[in-house]
């Protein structure tokens, strides 16, 4: 065998080994819960195309980083990226998605509310409006949380999809997917993946919605609270609606003297 041929196997070997789905977990002191998330994970993916999974650990101050590594010799589908303090989930999730090489991502909160399984059905409706829809977006039913808690989450979605109108009742459900590079052409700000649809939608892609069943969470606490994102949640939401209300339609653009087919 010559160079040339040697060289085009390796290329066709790197290609097959590119996963398909990135799939994104930020967490944050969540100890109790990576390891069963991560077997659950795997065991919805592994009957489908090639899949790659990354936890991004924001600053956790327990022991989930330890853990994460432990796991990185059993699962060689685990990706473990790190915050050297903490940036909060908006972050946590754009470095997943930048690291990431899947062609489609998929998002999950690290408590073990969200339910993986639903993750195939999300990329079989990616695939199936290719070029069309943006993302994804889950919707719980029989959620899990207080009544307190969930009366503040119907207010919220009520007051955002009035201004936004972007035909989504839960925008807080951390299941999500989406193309790469949609999301990489977003503007990018602190809680962006509590307002993706109306962005997306801003960008000319369609909605797809998800009825997904809610868990209560495996273990310990809440680390991205209620009372932090109402803080902001305001200043977010006014910034939003300014972003599409300047939006103009992106003029089609060819290269002069470019060769054909190019």
């Not at 998330?37 to 956790?60: H, K, N, R, T």
């Not at 207010?155 to 009742?169: S, V």
């Not at 606490?221 to 910034?239: I, Q």
Request: glycine share 12%; aromatic share 8%.
């Amino acid at each position: 065998m010559d160079q040339s041929e040697s060289t085009t196997g390796e290329t066709e070997a790197a290609t097959v080994a590119l996963p398909l789905v990135s799939v994104v977990v930020p967490v944050r002191n969540e100890e109790g819960n990576v390891a069963p998330l991560l077997a659950e994970i795997v065991a919805a993916l592994e009957s489908g195309p090639a899949f790659e999974v990354i936890f991004v650990d924001d600053g956790s101050t327990d022991e989930t980083p330890t853990i994460l590594a432990n796991l990185r010799g059993t699962y060689p589908q685990l990706r473990q990226l790190r915050h050297a303090r903490g940036g909060g989930q908006s972050a946590a999730i754009r470095s997943g998605v930048r690291f990431a090489r899947g062609t489609y991502i998929a998002t999950l909160d690290g408590d073990g509310q969200n339910n993986p399984a639903f993750i195939p059905q999300m990329i079989r409706l990616l695939q199936e409006g290719e070029g069309k829809v943006g993302i994804v977006q889950g919707q719980r039913v029989g959620r899990r949380d207080t009544a307190f808690k969930r009366w503040q989450s119907r207010q919220a979605n009520r007051i955002r999809g009035a201004i936004l109108k972007d035909g989504t009742r839960d925008t807080g459900c951390g299941l999500k997917a989406f193309p790469r590079e949609v999301y990489l052409a977003l503007p990018y700000f602190d809680a962006i993946h509590r307002f993706m649809p109306a962005l997306v939608k801003r960008e000319g892609y369609a909605v797809a919605h998800l009825d997904v069943v809610d868990r209560p969470r495996g273990s310990g606490v809440s680390n991205y609270g209620f009372w932090g994102r109402l803080r902001v949640g305001v200043l977010d939401l006014a910034g939003v609606w300014w972003l599409i209300k300047r939006k103009r339609p992106t003029p089609p653009v060819v290269e002069i003297g470019a060769a054909p087919g190019a």
